[in-house]
């Protein structure tokens, strides 16, 4: 089905749970886009200006050769492999964390003075920068700083740089096409939405009541156009079947 | 001096082309007037491709939806923001105002959360039971048959619940609620707080051909393919366009409106951004719908020998009166949902339930009331899902009720995070505030943006009756979060940081400044949006706004808006235009 088709259906309101905006645009939707490209330079819901910029900054990296092995090694002792889905880094969570930098000029020395601390704890400790600690090197140095509970006092400048590599980690991750199939992320797709499966209802001892069953849309009349009494009371159509 | 013409003399100039502008482009449109639209931003329309942001997901942002840019994230429809390049504003020393724009077709619409509230019939007499403020020179019954014909054309659902002072409506039906929103309704009923399903403008099913009915994808903030939201450039804007008679100029940035010697006025000049040359349109009738303080800032801008003080401004009200919606929150996270099922949960781009106010505020010590909006589910992950662990983690147990510490990493972490997802719920309380003579924007004397055009300078304080509606939110948020089994996420907001109060304009509800009034020496416009001081002069955005209940102010504004374009069709009639 081509969009053009699909957006008929979608106004129609006969578009179920499934079907799915994948088949791409047709030569009309391109030619109309490639019009208003031209016109205004939007593409791909970004203005002409934003386009530019991130342009811009995709042509550039942030982190030098020894930082990015660093990042590397870091991102997937926070998001490692296991026995549901990849590491951060095969998610390409590196990549990302780049970007953030170099989007958000602010999170730059906080982040380069972050990894040279870390190097410089290592050094003192093990004789090496952290990327070439021993992997039990490594998880001492980290069991050190991750934990905001434990953490003593000549450490904390450690801590915090790893809350922030946490949360950029963990986000990278969990924004990747990687993270949201491990999430099992199941939304983003036109559906048909008709309340809380029963079996989830029903193991959190939840019902929809009476009035909220008989008020609420019935998958069945979504087509059809609404019309009211004077008084607003909204005219039911007759439902066969409301599954 | 000669300036260039753009167009014929139309029968209505409109600068806007949000709720307010749109609406009247609509409704004049069809009663047969010739009306230019005059946008300051580019053409829109989430329909087309090239300006698709719906249904991508969140790698297609190479920042993965963060607000570097927007301030709702990459996906989010609004163009512009509390900053804009090239179009400051400024604060007086030890005040507060953060002003939003959305430069583009249809505005601010683009990106609202579509709760479409009536305001009640003591919302426009507050005066009358508090003392403060000022009554609206108009009362619930006359504007209710304009919020009869917004619902029925443009759609809102909800349900008839018979409530004083949240008038029930031409309602479609309301999604069921999700499965956090039933914990939300449990809680409530357990200690007397109403909840009760939401109201937003949002097709469940269809009210014309022309658009379509929702697909449930959670994303109207981001614009809809089948224009099954309200958005004034997809509902009202682009099919008077379709049916002639309206002549669109985007990227036109109004500087102020020309008038003649009797004071009247004749027409707009702009500065096209493009070109950045400046152009005249003509008029017989300018109607202003740019925002209540954009609005005030062309009136002001707008000094002749006829108007010195800015026109229609006699008064010296005009940006007087500024007020937003008070906005605080808290957030919990729910044991009972930790380690979910998944299924698709993402509803309509809303909230499915709500709170109005439900309290007398007879007997409490603040004088205006707050609604509540309530957030969570499993909606779609975009920059900033999974973090924060360093703290959120210890609410997080596992099969055998232990709980996780903070922080960490490995494994165990990456379990927390799947197990967490879904888990918390927040509450927004979002209030009326007390409008202030003392609150107002005015021209700033020493600056201009990069137009030439003199900038707003704003000065606006939070009184008692805001601080204490505040804390009585955070007593509230702390109650409910609680009943519902939630265990709360950080410390509870005290007198030290204003009990969490947003700053002003951060709820982006701006009204009051050209407020509406009997008394020509207290107010700008009458009753009927009309300037007292130029009788072809409307203003038919929330400017007109007398107080701004404890309700979201869009569907007021397509109302009133609809409202004035009826007058001025019968005022034409009648030759009085």
Not at chain 2, 445 to 450: K, T
Not at chain 2, 491 to 513: F, M, N, Q, S, W
């Amino acid at each position: 089905m081509d969009r053009r088709e699909y957006v008929k259906l979608m106004l129609a309101g006969s578009v179920g749970a499934g079907l799915f905006l994948q088949s791409g645009c047709t030569a009309e939707d391109r030619r109309e886009s490639e019009e208003i490209l031209e016109a205004t330079g939007a593409d791909r819901g970004y203005t002409a200006i934003e386009l530019e910029r991130d342009q811009k900054l995709q042509e550039k990296t942030f982190f030098n050769r020894h930082e990015r092995a660093t990042v590397d090694q870091l991102a997937d002792w926070i998001i490692p492999e296991d026995d549901r889905s990849p590491g951060a880094v095969e998610a390409g969570v590196p990549d990302f964390i780049d970007f953030m930098m170099l989007d958000m000029p602010d999170m730059q020395v906080p982040m380069r003075g972050g990894l040279m601390w870390l190097d410089n704890r290592s050094r003192d400790l093990f004789g090496a920068p952290f990327a070439g600690c021993t992997r039990d090197q490594q998880q001492e140095i980290l069991d050190r700083i991750a934990w905001p509970d434990r953490v003593e006092p000549d450490w904390e400048y450690g801590m915090r740089f790893f809350n922030r590599m946490r949360d950029l980690v963990a986000t990278g991750f969990f924004t990747s096409e990687t993270g949201l199939k491990d999430l099992d992320y199941k939304g983003n797709q036109p559906n048909v939405w008709d309340g809380v499966p029963d079996e989830v209802l029903e193991k959190h001892g939840l019902a929809y009541d009476e009035k909220t069953l008989n008020e609420s849309v019935q998958p069945g009349e979504r087509g059809v156009r609404a019309e009211w009494t004077d008084s607003g009371e909204l005219l039911r159509p007759r439902m066969v079947d409301n599954k | 001096m000669q300036i260039q013409t753009k167009g014929d003399l139309y029968d209505a100039v409109i600068v806007g082309s949000g709720a307010g502008g749109g609406m009247a482009a609509n409704i004049l449109s069809k009663a047969g007037l010739s009306v230019a639209v005059l946008e300051a931003g580019g053409f829109y329309d989430p329909a087309q491709e090239a300006y698709r942001t719906q249904l991508r997901w969140p790698w297609e942002s190479p920042r993965r939806g963060a607000s570097t840019h927007r301030p709702f994230g990459d996906f989010d429809a609004a163009w512009g923001g509390w900053e804009i390049d090239g179009e400051p504003y400024t604060r007086q020393e030890g005040t507060r105002f953060d002003w939003f724009r959305s430069r583009m077709l249809g505005g601010r619409t683009n990106h609202w959360g579509r709760i479409s509230l009536r305001f009640g019939p003591k919302d426009f007499k507050r005066k009358d039971q508090d003392g403060l403020g000022e009554n609206w020179p108009v009362t619930y019954e006359e504007i209710a048959p304009y919020y009869d014909r917004v619902d029925k054309s443009i759609g809102v659902f909800g349900t008839h619940e018979g409530r004083e002072n949240d008038p029930d409506g031409f309602f479609l039906p309301p999604p069921k609620p999700r499965l956090h929103e039933l914990y939300v309704k449990r809680g409530g009923e357990k200690i007397g707080i109403p909840v009760i399903p939401n109201r937003l403008s949002i097709l469940t099913r269809p009210v014309s051909s022309e658009r379509g009915v929702c697909f449930y994808c959670n994303q109207c903030n981001r614009g809809c393919q089948a224009y099954a939201d309200f958005s004034a450039g997809s509902c009202l804007v682009q099919p008077a366009m379709k049916r002639g008679q309206v002549d669109l100029y985007t990227d036109a940035m109004v500087r102020e409106v020309t008038t003649d010697q009797t004071g009247q006025a004749t027409g707009v000049i702009f500065i096209d951004k493009r070109d950045r040359e400046e152009y005249l349109v003509r008029g017989r009738t300018v109607l202003l719908g740019a925002s209540a303080c954009e609005s005030a800032r062309i009136l002001l801008n707008s000094r002749s020998p006829e108007h010195p003080d800015g026109l229609a401004n006699s008064s010296g009200v005009v940006g007087r009166y500024l007020h937003d919606s008070t906005g605080a929150d808290r957030m919990a996270v729910i044991p009972a949902l930790l380690n979910r099922d998944r299924y698709n949960e993402d509803g309509v781009g809303g909230a499915h339930v709500y709170t109005p106010w439900w309290l007398d505020n007879a007997t409490l010590d603040f004088p205006r009331g707050y609604h509540l909006e309530f957030w969570g589910g499993m909606s779609m992950p975009a920059y900033g899902f999974g973090g924060g662990m360093d703290t959120l983690r210890r609410y997080v147990r596992d099969e055998f009720g232990n709980l996780s510490p903070a922080g960490g990493y490995g494994a165990g972490l990456k379990r927390d995070i799947r197990a967490i997802y879904g888990a918390t719920v927040g509450i927004s309380g979002r209030g009326e505030s007390v409008p202030q003579y003392e609150n107002y924007c005015e021209i700033d004397p020493e600056r201009i943006d990069q137009f030439g055009i003199p900038v707003l300078t704003f000065n606006y304080r939070w009184s008692e009756h805001e601080l204490g509606q505040a804390r009585h939110m955070q007593d509230t948020f702390e109650e409910m979060l609680t009943s519902m089994g939630g265990e709360l996420v950080g410390e509870k907001a005290g007198a030290d940081r204003e009990y969490g109060l947003h700053a002003p304009g951060r709820i982006i509800h701006e009204v009051g400044t050209t407020r509406m009034g009997n008394d020509p020496a207290t107010s700008v416009l009458n009753k009927f949006g009309q300037a007292h001081d130029c009788k072809n002069l409307f203003v038919v955005d929330a400017g007109s706004f007398v107080s701004q209940a404890d309700k979201n102010p869009t569907w007021t504004i397509l109302a009133l808006s609809w409202r004035t374009s009826d007058y001025i069709v019968e005022q034409m009639k009648k030759g009085e235009l």
